[in-house]
Protein backbone atom coordinates (compact mmCIF):
# COMPACT_ATOMS: atom_id res chain seq x y z
CA UNK A 1 0.00 0.00 0.00
CA UNK A 2 2.84 2.71 0.97
CA UNK A 3 4.06 1.44 -2.20
CA UNK A 4 1.08 2.96 -4.30
CA UNK A 5 1.00 6.09 -2.48
CA UNK A 6 3.61 8.41 -4.65
CA UNK A 7 1.24 7.22 -7.42
CA UNK A 8 -2.12 8.10 -5.71
CA UNK A 9 0.30 11.91 -5.24
CA UNK A 10 0.95 11.86 -8.99
CA UNK A 11 -2.84 11.48 -9.92
CA UNK A 12 -3.29 14.15 -7.81
CA UNK A 13 -1.00 16.44 -9.13
CA UNK A 14 -1.76 15.61 -12.58
CA UNK A 15 -5.24 15.85 -12.57
CA UNK A 16 -6.15 19.30 -14.02
CA UNK A 17 -3.88 17.96 -16.80
CA UNK A 18 -5.21 14.72 -17.56
CA UNK A 19 -8.21 16.13 -17.74
CA UNK A 20 -6.91 18.51 -20.72
CA UNK A 21 -5.08 15.43 -22.48
CA UNK A 22 -8.82 13.58 -22.41
CA UNK A 23 -9.89 16.49 -24.46
CA UNK A 24 -7.29 17.13 -26.50
CA UNK A 25 -6.45 13.73 -27.35
CA UNK A 26 -3.97 12.35 -25.25
CA UNK A 27 -1.15 11.18 -28.44
CA UNK A 28 -0.86 15.04 -28.90
CA UNK A 29 2.37 16.80 -28.70
CA UNK A 30 3.14 19.18 -26.22
CA UNK A 31 6.01 22.30 -27.03
CA UNK A 32 7.82 24.22 -25.15
CA UNK A 33 8.77 27.72 -26.25
CA UNK A 34 11.17 30.44 -24.47
CA UNK A 35 12.07 33.57 -25.83
CA UNK A 36 10.72 32.85 -29.32
CA UNK A 37 12.02 29.52 -29.49
CA UNK A 38 11.23 25.84 -29.12
CA UNK A 39 13.23 24.33 -26.67
CA UNK A 40 14.85 21.39 -28.44
CA UNK A 41 14.31 18.73 -25.89
CA UNK A 42 16.75 15.70 -25.35
CA UNK A 43 14.16 13.32 -25.05
CA UNK A 44 10.46 14.06 -26.27
CA UNK A 45 7.57 14.50 -23.74
CA UNK A 46 6.10 11.08 -22.65
CA UNK A 47 2.63 10.53 -22.78
CA UNK A 48 1.99 7.85 -19.88
CA UNK A 49 -1.73 6.43 -18.67
CA UNK A 50 -2.77 10.40 -19.36
CA UNK A 51 0.13 11.72 -17.45
CA UNK A 52 2.72 14.07 -20.24
CA UNK A 53 6.72 13.78 -18.79
CA UNK A 54 8.69 16.42 -19.51
CA UNK A 55 12.51 15.79 -18.93
CA UNK A 56 13.34 18.33 -16.49
CA UNK A 57 16.68 18.51 -16.81
CA UNK A 58 16.58 19.05 -20.93
CA UNK A 59 14.05 22.18 -20.05
CA UNK A 60 16.04 23.51 -17.46
CA UNK A 61 19.69 22.96 -18.85
CA UNK A 62 17.74 24.63 -22.10
CA UNK A 63 17.37 28.06 -19.63
CA UNK A 64 20.68 27.97 -18.23
CA UNK A 65 19.59 26.69 -15.23
CA UNK A 66 21.57 23.72 -13.06
CA UNK A 67 19.74 20.56 -11.46
CA UNK A 68 20.93 18.96 -9.11
CA UNK A 69 19.43 15.42 -7.57
CA UNK A 70 20.96 14.23 -4.41
CA UNK A 71 19.50 10.84 -4.46
CA UNK A 72 20.34 9.91 -0.67
CA UNK A 73 17.99 12.88 1.01
CA UNK A 74 15.54 13.26 -2.18
CA UNK A 75 16.03 16.19 -2.95
CA UNK A 76 16.62 17.82 -5.77
CA UNK A 77 18.07 21.56 -6.11
CA UNK A 78 17.63 23.74 -9.20
CA UNK A 79 19.85 26.98 -9.49
CA UNK A 80 19.69 29.76 -11.79
CA UNK A 81 21.38 33.08 -11.18
CA UNK A 82 20.54 33.98 -7.30
CA UNK A 83 17.59 31.73 -7.04
CA UNK A 84 18.18 28.28 -5.74
CA UNK A 85 14.79 26.34 -5.56
CA UNK A 86 15.25 23.62 -3.17
CA UNK A 87 11.91 20.63 -3.46
CA UNK A 88 11.80 17.32 -1.13
CA UNK A 89 10.08 14.18 -2.09
CA UNK A 90 6.28 14.15 -0.56
CA UNK A 91 7.52 17.18 1.47
CA UNK A 92 4.88 20.35 0.84
CA UNK A 93 7.52 23.07 1.78
CA UNK A 94 9.79 24.20 -0.93
CA UNK A 95 12.47 26.77 -0.30
CA UNK A 96 13.39 29.39 -2.22
CA UNK A 97 16.56 30.56 -1.58
CA UNK A 98 15.99 29.42 1.50
CA UNK A 99 13.25 30.58 2.56
CA UNK A 100 9.99 28.34 3.22
CA UNK A 101 7.36 28.38 0.48
CA UNK A 102 4.21 26.37 0.15
CA UNK A 103 3.36 23.57 -2.55
CA UNK A 104 -0.34 22.99 -3.75
CA UNK A 105 1.09 19.54 -3.62
CA UNK A 106 4.39 17.66 -2.73
CA UNK A 107 7.02 16.65 -5.56
CA UNK A 108 6.30 12.64 -5.77
CA UNK A 109 8.39 9.83 -6.97
CA UNK A 110 7.05 7.38 -9.20
CA UNK A 111 8.51 4.35 -10.79
CA UNK A 112 11.63 5.37 -10.07
CA UNK A 113 11.49 9.02 -11.37
CA UNK A 114 10.47 12.82 -9.67
CA UNK A 115 7.98 14.62 -10.21
CA UNK A 116 7.77 18.26 -9.42
CA UNK A 117 5.56 21.32 -10.19
CA UNK A 118 6.84 23.01 -12.85
CA UNK A 119 4.81 26.10 -12.55
CA UNK A 120 6.02 26.89 -9.12
CA UNK A 121 9.65 26.32 -10.01
CA UNK A 122 9.95 28.17 -13.31
CA UNK A 123 7.82 31.40 -11.84
CA UNK A 124 10.16 31.14 -8.41
CA UNK A 125 12.90 31.74 -11.19
CA UNK A 126 11.33 34.63 -12.31
CA UNK A 127 9.44 33.46 -15.15
CA UNK A 128 5.80 33.76 -16.32
CA UNK A 129 4.53 30.28 -17.60
CA UNK A 130 0.93 30.63 -19.92
CA UNK A 131 -0.62 27.30 -21.37
CA UNK A 132 -1.88 27.86 -24.79
CA UNK A 133 -4.19 24.94 -25.02
CA UNK A 134 -4.86 25.42 -28.99
CA UNK A 135 -1.69 25.75 -29.97
CA UNK A 136 -0.43 22.60 -27.09
CA UNK A 137 2.51 24.84 -26.12
CA UNK A 138 3.98 25.90 -23.01
CA UNK A 139 5.22 29.48 -23.23
CA UNK A 140 7.95 30.40 -20.26
CA UNK A 141 8.50 33.90 -20.17
CA UNK A 142 6.77 36.89 -21.45
CA UNK A 143 7.27 35.92 -24.94
CA UNK A 144 4.80 33.86 -27.20
CA UNK A 145 6.25 31.43 -30.57
CA UNK A 146 6.40 34.65 -32.51
CA UNK A 147 8.95 36.45 -29.69
CA UNK A 148 5.87 38.61 -28.88
CA UNK A 149 4.49 39.38 -25.39
CA UNK A 150 1.61 37.78 -24.75
CA UNK A 151 -1.36 38.21 -22.13
CA UNK A 152 -2.02 35.46 -19.72
CA UNK A 153 -4.18 33.29 -20.88
CA UNK A 154 -7.83 32.90 -18.61
CA UNK A 155 -7.67 31.49 -15.86
CA UNK A 156 -9.80 28.45 -16.57
CA UNK A 157 -7.17 27.16 -19.46
CA UNK A 158 -3.98 27.28 -17.10
CA UNK A 159 -3.59 23.90 -15.09
CA UNK A 160 -2.77 24.52 -11.73
CA UNK A 161 0.46 22.87 -12.08
CA UNK A 162 2.26 21.35 -15.16
CA UNK A 163 4.41 18.01 -14.22
CA UNK A 164 7.80 17.20 -15.00
CA UNK A 165 9.98 14.55 -14.77
CA UNK A 166 13.49 14.95 -13.71
CA UNK A 167 15.39 12.48 -15.78
CA UNK A 168 17.90 11.21 -13.09
CA UNK A 169 21.37 10.76 -14.07
CA UNK A 170 21.03 7.03 -15.50
CA UNK A 171 23.78 4.50 -13.41
CA UNK A 172 25.73 4.85 -16.68
CA UNK A 173 25.83 8.50 -16.94
CA UNK A 174 29.43 9.90 -17.32
CA UNK A 175 30.44 12.71 -14.80
CA UNK A 176 33.55 15.43 -15.41
CA UNK A 177 34.13 17.69 -13.08
CA UNK A 178 37.11 20.21 -14.23
CA UNK A 179 39.71 21.72 -11.73
CA UNK A 180 41.76 24.45 -11.42
CA UNK A 181 44.78 24.20 -9.38
CA UNK A 182 46.93 27.40 -7.87
CA UNK A 183 44.47 30.01 -8.76
CA UNK A 184 43.40 32.68 -8.63
CA UNK A 185 45.61 34.88 -10.87
CA UNK A 186 45.17 38.43 -12.18
CA UNK A 187 46.13 37.38 -15.64
CA UNK A 188 44.57 33.73 -16.17
CA UNK A 189 41.34 32.99 -13.85
CA UNK A 190 38.95 36.01 -15.36
CA UNK A 191 39.25 34.46 -18.49
CA UNK A 192 38.60 31.06 -17.39
CA UNK A 193 36.03 32.49 -15.58
CA UNK A 194 34.67 33.91 -19.04
CA UNK A 195 35.01 30.50 -20.55
CA UNK A 196 32.74 28.41 -18.67
CA UNK A 197 30.34 31.11 -18.37
CA UNK A 198 30.12 31.05 -22.08
CA UNK A 199 29.95 27.54 -22.13
CA UNK A 200 27.81 27.38 -18.93
CA UNK A 201 30.18 24.96 -17.28
CA UNK A 202 30.74 24.62 -13.72
CA UNK A 203 34.01 23.54 -12.10
CA UNK A 204 36.13 23.54 -9.16
CA UNK A 205 39.03 25.91 -8.33
CA UNK A 206 41.22 24.39 -6.01
CA UNK A 207 43.10 28.24 -4.79
CA UNK A 208 46.16 28.70 -2.59
CA UNK A 209 45.17 31.10 0.23
CA UNK A 210 48.08 34.07 0.00
CA UNK A 211 46.74 34.24 -3.78
CA UNK A 212 43.42 34.57 -2.29
CA UNK A 213 44.30 36.96 -0.17
CA UNK A 214 45.80 39.18 -3.34
CA UNK A 215 42.92 38.55 -4.99
CA UNK A 216 39.21 38.37 -3.18
CA UNK A 217 37.09 39.57 -5.89
CA UNK A 218 38.02 36.66 -8.29
CA UNK A 219 37.21 34.41 -5.13
CA UNK A 220 33.74 36.26 -4.97
CA UNK A 221 33.49 35.61 -8.39
CA UNK A 222 33.81 32.58 -8.96
CA UNK A 223 31.45 31.99 -5.65
CA UNK A 224 29.07 34.01 -7.34
CA UNK A 225 29.01 32.71 -11.20
CA UNK A 226 28.04 29.12 -9.49
CA UNK A 227 31.66 27.23 -9.07
CA UNK A 228 32.85 25.59 -6.12
CA UNK A 229 36.17 26.53 -3.90
CA UNK A 230 38.66 24.40 -2.61
CA UNK A 231 40.79 24.89 -0.11
CA UNK A 232 44.84 24.60 -1.52
CA UNK A 233 46.89 25.08 1.24
CA UNK A 234 47.93 28.76 2.42
CA UNK A 235 51.75 29.06 1.10
CA UNK A 236 51.89 25.51 -1.46
CA UNK A 237 55.21 25.28 0.15
CA UNK A 238 55.78 21.76 -0.10
CA UNK A 239 58.91 21.78 2.64
CA UNK A 240 56.53 23.60 5.14
CA UNK A 241 53.35 22.14 4.54
CA UNK A 242 54.55 18.19 4.25
CA UNK A 243 57.07 18.48 7.51
CA UNK A 244 54.19 16.77 9.50
CA UNK A 245 50.27 16.14 9.42
CA UNK A 246 49.98 19.29 11.72
CA UNK A 247 51.57 21.30 9.90
CA UNK A 248 49.55 20.05 6.40
CA UNK A 249 46.58 21.48 8.72
CA UNK A 250 47.92 24.61 10.13
CA UNK A 251 48.28 25.24 6.56
CA UNK A 252 44.75 24.45 5.78
CA UNK A 253 43.34 26.07 8.02
CA UNK A 254 44.76 28.97 7.66
CA UNK A 255 43.74 29.28 4.44
CA UNK A 256 40.35 28.18 4.78
CA UNK A 257 39.90 31.09 7.40
CA UNK A 258 41.01 33.83 4.25
CA UNK A 259 38.33 32.01 1.82
CA UNK A 260 36.15 32.08 5.12
CA UNK A 261 36.57 36.53 5.48
CA UNK A 262 35.68 36.65 1.61
CA UNK A 263 33.09 34.40 0.84
CA UNK A 264 31.33 33.65 4.50
CA UNK A 265 32.33 29.65 4.40
CA UNK A 266 35.34 27.52 4.66
CA UNK A 267 35.22 25.22 1.29
CA UNK A 268 35.63 21.24 2.83
CA UNK A 269 37.13 19.40 0.10
CA UNK A 270 40.85 20.45 -0.43
CA UNK A 271 43.95 19.26 -2.87
CA UNK A 272 47.16 18.42 -1.56
CA UNK A 273 49.85 20.45 -3.82
CA UNK A 274 51.40 17.85 -5.65
CA UNK A 275 48.87 15.22 -5.20
CA UNK A 276 48.52 12.93 -2.31
CA UNK A 277 50.81 9.95 -3.69
CA UNK A 278 54.25 10.50 -2.44
CA UNK A 279 53.70 13.16 -0.20
CA UNK A 280 51.00 11.92 2.28
CA UNK A 281 51.23 9.41 5.07
CA UNK A 282 48.06 7.62 6.62
CA UNK A 283 47.65 10.28 9.31
CA UNK A 284 47.54 12.82 6.49
CA UNK A 285 43.70 11.33 6.13
CA UNK A 286 42.92 10.72 9.46
CA UNK A 287 44.06 14.50 10.43
CA UNK A 288 41.91 15.66 7.60
CA UNK A 289 39.00 13.93 8.87
CA UNK A 290 39.13 14.54 12.03
CA UNK A 291 38.48 18.27 11.21
CA UNK A 292 36.21 17.73 8.32
CA UNK A 293 37.84 18.12 5.03
CA UNK A 294 37.90 15.18 2.41
CA UNK A 295 40.83 15.28 -0.28
CA UNK A 296 41.26 15.21 -4.17
CA UNK A 297 43.37 14.01 -6.50
CA UNK A 298 42.72 13.77 -10.18
CA UNK A 299 42.54 10.72 -12.96
CA UNK A 300 42.70 12.83 -15.65
CA UNK A 301 46.00 15.14 -16.40
CA UNK A 302 46.10 17.62 -18.82
CA UNK A 303 50.08 17.44 -18.18
CA UNK A 304 49.97 20.97 -18.01
CA UNK A 305 52.31 21.71 -15.02
CA UNK A 306 55.01 20.16 -17.49
CA UNK A 307 58.09 22.81 -18.23
CA UNK A 308 58.13 23.29 -21.44
CA UNK A 309 54.47 24.11 -21.23
CA UNK A 310 52.23 21.57 -23.06
CA UNK A 311 50.88 22.72 -26.63
CA UNK A 312 46.85 22.68 -27.07
CA UNK A 313 47.52 19.73 -29.09
CA UNK A 314 49.59 17.92 -26.41
CA UNK A 315 47.22 19.22 -23.54
CA UNK A 316 43.76 17.64 -25.97
CA UNK A 317 45.95 14.29 -26.71
CA UNK A 318 46.40 13.73 -22.96
CA UNK A 319 42.76 14.69 -22.09
CA UNK A 320 42.13 11.89 -24.59
CA UNK A 321 45.06 9.43 -23.24
CA UNK A 322 43.40 9.80 -19.64
CA UNK A 323 40.09 9.13 -20.06
CA UNK A 324 40.80 6.48 -22.12
CA UNK A 325 38.93 8.30 -24.68
CA UNK A 326 35.75 9.37 -23.02
CA UNK A 327 34.86 6.11 -21.42
CA UNK A 328 35.86 7.27 -17.38
CA UNK A 329 33.22 7.21 -15.81
CA UNK A 330 33.76 9.97 -13.09
CA UNK A 331 36.46 11.95 -14.78
CA UNK A 332 38.31 14.56 -12.52
CA UNK A 333 40.46 16.60 -14.62
CA UNK A 334 43.63 18.71 -13.46
CA UNK A 335 44.54 22.21 -14.82
CA UNK A 336 46.07 25.26 -13.64
CA UNK A 337 45.17 29.13 -13.73
CA UNK A 338 48.04 30.15 -12.77
CA UNK A 339 49.73 33.13 -14.17
CA UNK A 340 52.07 30.60 -16.91
CA UNK A 341 49.17 28.31 -18.01
CA UNK A 342 48.33 30.26 -21.31
CA UNK A 343 47.62 27.30 -23.17
CA UNK A 344 46.16 25.59 -20.78
CA UNK A 345 42.98 28.54 -20.78
CA UNK A 346 43.79 28.17 -24.55
CA UNK A 347 42.93 24.50 -24.93
CA UNK A 348 39.82 25.25 -22.58
CA UNK A 349 36.84 25.25 -25.05
CA UNK A 350 38.34 22.35 -27.16
CA UNK A 351 38.56 20.39 -23.71
CA UNK A 352 35.15 21.01 -22.62
CA UNK A 353 33.70 20.21 -26.20
CA UNK A 354 35.99 16.79 -26.03
CA UNK A 355 33.64 15.72 -22.89
CA UNK A 356 30.22 16.89 -24.29
CA UNK A 357 30.69 15.40 -27.62
CA UNK A 358 31.43 12.03 -24.76
CA UNK A 359 28.02 13.05 -23.01
CA UNK A 360 29.75 13.90 -20.12
CA UNK A 361 27.86 15.74 -17.58
CA UNK A 362 29.95 18.85 -15.65
CA UNK A 363 29.78 18.91 -11.86
CA UNK A 364 31.38 20.47 -9.52
CA UNK A 365 33.35 18.42 -6.42
CA UNK A 366 31.01 18.12 -3.14
CA UNK A 367 32.44 15.54 -0.10
CA UNK A 368 30.08 13.26 -1.49
CA UNK A 369 31.68 12.73 -4.71
CA UNK A 370 32.99 8.86 -4.85
CA UNK A 371 35.97 10.60 -5.26
CA UNK A 372 36.71 12.10 -1.93
CA UNK A 373 39.12 10.65 0.36
ZN1 LIG B 1 49.19 23.17 -6.79
Known sequence: MDKLRPI???????????????????QEQVSFWHGGQELQLDNPPLWQEGRLLIPLRSVFSRLGAE????????????TQAAIT??????????????????????????????????????????????????????????QDVDGNWQAPLPEDEVPEELPVVIEQPAKSQKR???????????NLTPQVLDILAQQQVPATFFVIGC??????????RIVTEGHALGNHTYSHAYQEIYASSQAYLDSLRQAGAVLARITGDE??????????????????YHVLRENGYCTFDWNVSTGDSALPRPTVEQILANIATYSRNGTIKEAVVLMHDSPTHETTVAALPQLIAFFQEYGYVFEVLTPAHPLAK
Open 8 to 26: YGALLVWCCLVCWASTAGA
Open 67 to 78: VDWDGGNKRVTI
Open 85 to 142: VALTIDSPVAQVNGQRRALDGPPVLYQDRTYIPLRFVLEALGYPVHWNADARTVLIGD
Open 176 to 186: VCLTFDDGPSA
Open 211 to 220: NAEREPDLIR
Open 267 to 284: PAITRAPGGTCGHFTGDY
